[in-house]
């Protein structure tokens, strides 16, 4: 379905008369960062009603991003469909002589979306400067895996996965080389706003869960990797 709707979108997009015109493929890779202040106040609230005083060991740390897009360049303008991929986690522990404490979150997210940008005048030959925009929808997961071990013995085990729905957007500034005519490398970056009022819910249904806290996906932050380009004439 997600394909389905990324091809349709694609195909309003990306007119078929290409004369004048420029496409061009992009893959990129590069490091984000995540604030994720929902999940590390939920965190500090669960570790505080805990009857033993477990340390945080990670609290979702940068991590790399990978980006994939299509555009079109027609004249100084751009627009064009993306696709990215983020991950990030957490990690609670405390271990002694008589058990042993893990709590795991695990983050990722697709976010399929939209970019423009414009081309600003030659900063110097073969390098240009373009400023930009995304907007788009994010698909995020939690993984959540708990475990207690006291005297060698399981007394807790516990493992869920949730999903979540949102949106996000931000500017973007690309520094791009020309190797070749149709070859180019980019140094991009840019910073991530989500919005809505998307919140984690498990995937299965579960007359248990109550879901007295809510937990949103976080992914705002800095975005920063370096892209290589292909033109297609």
Known sequence: MKIASLTMLAALLLPADLAGQELRASFTAGVGTYRMQSLKTYIEIINESLPFSPELVDAFPPSLWYSAEVAVIR???????????????????LKDYSGEYLSDRMLSSISPGFTAGYLL???AERITLTPGAMLGVTFSTMKVDETLVADEEYIDDYHEDFGAFGLYGGPSLRLAWAVTPAVSLELQTGYILTYGIARFKPKKERDSWSGSYEIHPDWNGLRCGLSLCIAFR
């Open 75 to 93: 004249g100084d303008f751009s627009w064009g469909l993306a696709v990215s991929y983020n991950s990030t986690g957490s990690r609670v522990s």
């Open 121 to 123: 005048p030659p900063l």
